[in-house]
């Protein structure tokens, strides 16, 4: 295959380099390659509900992330140009006319991603060419037992065909290119300060102690399986409140895209082989299956994940009281354990999956708020934030999603069975009495 001249690798949420088949695919058909990765303002502005879009825990989380994607990317003879623009106004700037230039870049749909994308687009004119790709599923979209219109309401029912029907893909290896690619062009990643953020200490407290990256999510990765085990008892301790161990805690590099699914997918599938394979080492996988799920959910419905009616359509009282609203952001509701949780997630960008249930259905079905501006304020404050997932798991809590039986979490019950002697509460709220 006679190879193009130039390939750019856009870098949005896949700020890796192992499993990236855009980065993959450019240094294949390319006689020269560049990374590109955009600090757009606007993920930093206030939303319309009043929260930041991405507040400083992940704001942070994110440049240690494009740090390590720069040196690992040196180490394959590439140079990442680092922005603190928009896509639209810098990618246009790095395509010469006379020579020919191909994007790359894992494709988006939600409607900002997919109205950035249609935005370089234009400003990049009629020749450049685009080539994108998805690669943030377990399962792709071109291996999956169904057309995206006919994804199942029901979970069960796409994880059993899934299972059945379709194999996860193996990983590709990477190629260096000559050390001659790199480019002589020198650009500064943004500070906390730059995203006009002040600098903050981590809170001794908190479950997450790990910073962004590929290099920290694969450390994390060799940690949780094959050093200390604990994938083996999973299913018994994910429900838990305090701790590193008590989860994987991959899920904020699955979201910006420092390790893919698959990676994981595949070193558990070694982990069985070589160790034990049980109902904990499924379940990890079963978690992926979900985060696939939603992804289709969002791909099959659109901008209606972002409605109230939610993919459901279903009308509710919502209110949109200030007062109840800030309460629950505060901790200061009548529910402690719901009060633990939130400020957790406020002063650490954290919460256990247990700890999200039972506060998005304390907001959306005790209190009966509007749960959009839930899902916003998650969108701002969760390291982990994913598009899909958050809006997928507060529609499905909220009675406007995928669950069917609609329920709703009795929060005092659920403190009594997962923090039984309110050690985690006591932890966030060391002023109360319990």
């Known amino acids: 295959m006679q190879k193009k001249q130039k390939?750019?690798?856009?870098?949005?949420?896949?700020?890796?380099?192992?499993?990236?088949?855009?980065?993959?695919?450019?240094?294949?058909?390319?006689e020269s390659?560049?990374?590109?990765?955009?600090?757009?303002?606007?993920?930093?502005?206030?939303?319309?509900?009043?929260?930041?879009?991405?507040?400083?825990?992940?704001?942070?989380?994110?440049?240690?992330?494009?740090?390590?994607?720069?040196?690992?990317?040196?180490?394959?003879?590439?140079?990442?140009?680092?922005?603190?623009?928009?896509?639209?106004?810098?990618?246009?700037?790095?395509?010469?006319?006379?020579?020919?230039?191909t994007i790359y870049f894992q494709n988006e749909w939600t409607s900002e991603e997919k109205e950035e994308i249609d935005s370089v687009k234009k400003n990049c004119g009629p020749t450049a060419e685009f080539v994108?790709?998805?690669?943030?599923?377990?399962?792709?979209?071109?291996?999956?037992?169904?057309?995206?219109?006919?994804?199942?309401?029901?979970?069960?029912?796409?994880?059993?065909?899934?299972?059945?029907?379709?194999?996860?893909?193996?990983i590709g290896k990477l190629t260096a290119l000559p050390e001659s690619n790199i480019i002589d062009i020198q650009t500064?990643?943004?500070?906390?300060?730059?995203?006009?953020f002040t600098t903050f200490e981590e809170d001794r407290r908190t479950a997450f102690p790990f910073r962004g990256g590929e290099n920290q999510a694969l450390a994390r990765l060799q940690e949780y399986l094959w050093n200390t085990k604990k994938i083996s008892q999973y299913k018994q301790t994910r429900n838990g409140l305090i701790g590193t161990d008590y989860s994987s805690k991959f899920s904020p590099w699955l979201a910006n895209g420092c390790l893919s699914p698959k990676t994981i997918y595949w070193e558990i599938k070694r982990y069985e082989k070589e160790i034990e394979a049980n109902e904990s080492t499924y379940w990890l996988i079963f978690e992926l299956l979900?985060?696939?799920?939603?992804?289709?959910?969002?791909?099959?419905?659109?901008?209606?994940?972002?409605?109230?009616?939610?993919?459901?359509?279903?009308?509710?009282?919502?209110?949109q009281d200030k007062k109840a609203i800030q309460q629950w952001i505060n901790g200061t509701t009548a529910e402690p354990f719901v009060n633990a949780n939130m400020l957790e997630l406020q002063q650490t960008g954290w919460m256990s999956n247990r700890g999200r249930q039972n506060v998005a259905s304390y907001f959306a079905k005790t209190l009966l708020l509007d749960w959009r501006i839930g899902a916003a304020y998650f969108e701002s404050m969760l390291l982990d934030y994913d598009v899909h997932s958050n809006y997928g798991n507060w529609m499905y809590v909220s009675g406007v999603g995928n669950d069917p039986r609609?329920?709703?979490?009795?929060?005092?019950?659920?403190?009594?069975?997962?923090?039984?002697?309110?050690?985690?509460?006591?932890?966030?709220?060391?002023?109360?009495?319990f």
Request: hydrophobic share 40%; with cysteine; charged share 20%.
């Open 7 to 30: 390939g750019i690798v856009w870098f949005r949420n896949d700020l890796r380099i192992a499993d990236n088949p855009a980065l993959q695919k450019a240094i294949a058909e390319n």
């Open 33 to 101: 390659v560049v990374g590109v990765h955009c600090f757009d303002p606007k993920q930093y502005a206030t939303t319309a509900f009043g929260f930041k879009k991405t507040a400083h825990f992940r704001a942070q989380f994110t440049i240690d992330s494009v740090q390590e994607l720069r040196a690992n990317l040196a180490t394959l003879g590439i140079t990442l140009l680092v922005y603190h623009d928009s896509a639209s106004q810098i990618i246009p700037t790095l395509i010469d006319s006379s020579i020919q230039t």
């Open 188 to 196: 500064t990643i943004p500070t906390l300060e730059d995203l006009r």
């Open 406 to 433: 609609d329920r709703k979490f009795n929060v005092a019950l659920q403190a009594q069975n997962y923090d039984k002697q309110s050690k985690f509460q006591q932890r966030w709220l060391q002023q109360q009495l």
């Open 132 to 170: 994108a790709t998805y690669h943030q599923f377990l399962f792709p979209p071109e291996i999956i037992p169904f057309a995206i219109a006919e994804i199942p309401a029901i979970f069960t029912q796409f994880r059993n065909a899934c299972e059945k029907k379709a194999v996860v893909p193996k």
């Open 290 to 319: 979900w985060r696939d799920y939603f992804k289709y959910i969002s791909l099959q419905n659109g901008n209606a994940i972002f409605k109230i009616g939610g993919i459901q359509n279903r009308e509710y009282q919502w209110s």
